[in-house]
């Protein structure tokens, strides 16, 4: 700051003015160059119909079943142990299997998409891929409860290893 204080008080006032103008004509040319570039606007409420997100898009998240009503999830917990702003809720029961064998179950898969920052940890952190962001962006509501969604569906069950 003092250095630059030294450097006003040495420079005479043409000196002065033709910085000015220099820094004025480079602020006009950036502008100009902006104002003559092909423009990328979305025409959104319009082009609803065609409009694709690209693949990475973080959109909200789903738990993705087969044809049979069956998922991936464990109900292990990371995704939730790893969510910064406690965004998912993993609810399990413990079943026994007909070895005797007590296994836990997904029960309810609650996600808050309000909450949610798509920070992504809870995808990579999944060790089933069990969960991943989809590409649906419309996600607007006038009632913030409807912001929570269960991502098991009704009488859903893991994929049974063969």
Same mark, same amino acid.
């Given at each position: 700051?003092?250095?630059?204080?030294?450097?006003? %008080?040495?420079?005479?006032?043409?000196?002065?003015?033709?910085?000015?103008?220099?820094?004025?004509?480079?602020?006009?040319?950036?502008?100009?160059?902006?104002?003559?570039?092909r423009k990328t606007t979305e025409q959104y409420p319009e082009n609803r119909k065609e409009l694709v997100m690209f693949d990475r898009f973080r959109?909200?998240?789903?738990?993705?079943?087969?044809?049979?009503?069956?998922?991936?999830?464990?109900?292990?917990?990371?995704?939730? +142990?790893?969510?910064?702003? %406690?965004?998912?809720?993993?609810?399990?029961?413990? %079943?026994?299997?007909? %070895?005797?064998?007590?296994?836990?179950?997904?029960?309810?898969?609650?996600?808050?998409?309000?909450?949610?920052?798509?920070?992504?940890?809870?995808? +990579?952190?999944?060790?089933?891929?069990?969960?991943?962001?989809?590409?649906?962006?419309? +996600?607007?509501?006038?009632?913030?409860?409807l912001l929570v969604k269960t991502l098991n569906h009704p009488g859903s069950k893991v994929i049974e290893k063969k």
């Amino acid at each position: 700051m003092h250095r630059m204080k030294e450097w006003n %008080e040495n420079r005479s006032y043409l000196n002065k003015l033709f910085y000015g103008i220099g820094t004025l004509l480079t602020g006009l040319k950036t502008s100009i160059t902006v104002f003559f570039r092909r423009k990328t606007t979305e025409q959104y409420p319009e082009n609803r119909k065609e409009l694709v997100m690209f693949d990475r898009f973080r959109g909200t998240l789903i738990m993705p079943h087969n044809e049979h009503n069956e998922h991936k999830c464990i109900a292990c917990g990371l995704c939730q +142990n790893t969510c910064p702003n %406690e965004t998912i809720e993993v609810i399990s029961r413990t %079943e026994e299997t007909a %070895e005797g064998k007590k296994k836990k179950v997904l029960a309810a898969y609650h996600y808050d998409l309000g909450c949610c920052m798509f920070c992504q940890l809870c995808v +990579n952190i999944c060790p089933t891929g069990a969960i991943r962001f989809d590409t649906q962006y419309e +996600n607007a509501v006038f009632n913030r409860d409807l912001l929570v969604k269960t991502l098991n569906h009704p009488g859903s069950k893991v994929i049974e290893k063969k």
